[in-house]
């Protein structure tokens, strides 16, 4: 039987709603299903739907019209974080305390349903931690609600002390980024960028020895012009 065609890491960026340069990242770092030949990677279209749907991901319709977005290199992770701000020694024993204590002190629109947030973020973590390891974890709904938000919103919480959060790595949580975007496709590149953050040796060093706000941004925005440079 004739091989069905193989997407294009541009097609796959369309299926996904977000950039090229993301899912070529991905495949680089071995996080997307695909097959690399002559330099090329290519995707098999029902192995990125399962694996989209196993990360949350909205695919997009067929018929659906294609949306221009903003290039990645305009969503700043530093301007997401000061928008949502900074906790510091939040109380909580456990992931269900953690989450509605964090809940009840983010500066949400107003209007905003908490306790809709709340149930949200625990649904996902029923589904699978969002504990990423190294004493991290990146809290986030599984739909984008209705917040009115026009730009992402990350509010970073430090915990008065560590808790399990069933992490991959088995290691308890310290601080959390709490992840709120109007959109599927500003999650994923804002998302990107603080993955990225986030294997920076300097900047993993900065979070666990409690370093000032402004010296944390500062890092930031460091690793997002070098990769805006690199892009």
């Not at 984008?144 to 970073?156: A, D, G, H, K, S």
Request: proline share 4%; net charge neutral; glycine share 4%.
């Amino acid at each position: 039987m004739k091989e069905k065609k193989r997407l294009t890491a541009k097609e796959v960026a369309q299926l996904l709603g977000t950039s090229m340069v993301t899912v070529l990242r991905w495949a680089y770092q071995g996080k997307i299903p695909c097959k690399l030949k002559k330099d090329t990677y290519s995707f098999k279209k029902n192995e990125i739907i399962e694996w989209a749907k196993a990360h949350d991901l909205m695919v997009k319709k067929e018929d659906e019209k294609k949306v221009e977005t903003h290039p990645e290199e305009s969503v700043s992770l530093k301007k997401a974080i000061q928008q949502g701000g900074f906790i510091h020694n939040l109380e909580g024993s456990d992931i269900f305390s953690v989450l509605k204590n964090a809940v009840d002190k983010i500066n949400f629109p107003e209007g905003t349903d908490r306790e809709l947030v709340f149930n949200e973020l625990i649904n996902r973590e029923e589904i699978a931690s969002t504990g990423i390891g190294k004493g991290v974890a990146i809290p986030h709904p599984r739909t984008t609600l209705n917040l009115n938000l026009e730009n992402p919103v990350i509010p970073v919480v430090f915990l008065k002390q560590p808790v399990d959060f069933n992490a991959v790595d088995g290691k308890d949580i310290f601080v959390l980024f709490f992840m709120f975007s109007p959109s599927t496709q500003i999650h994923l590149k804002v998302l990107s960028r603080l993955s990225i953050c986030l294997r920076d040796k300097d900047f993993l060093s900065l979070l666990k020895n409690s370093a000032g706000e402004n010296e944390i941004l500062a890092k930031i925005e460091q690793i997002e012009k070098d990769l805006d440079h690199s892009e």
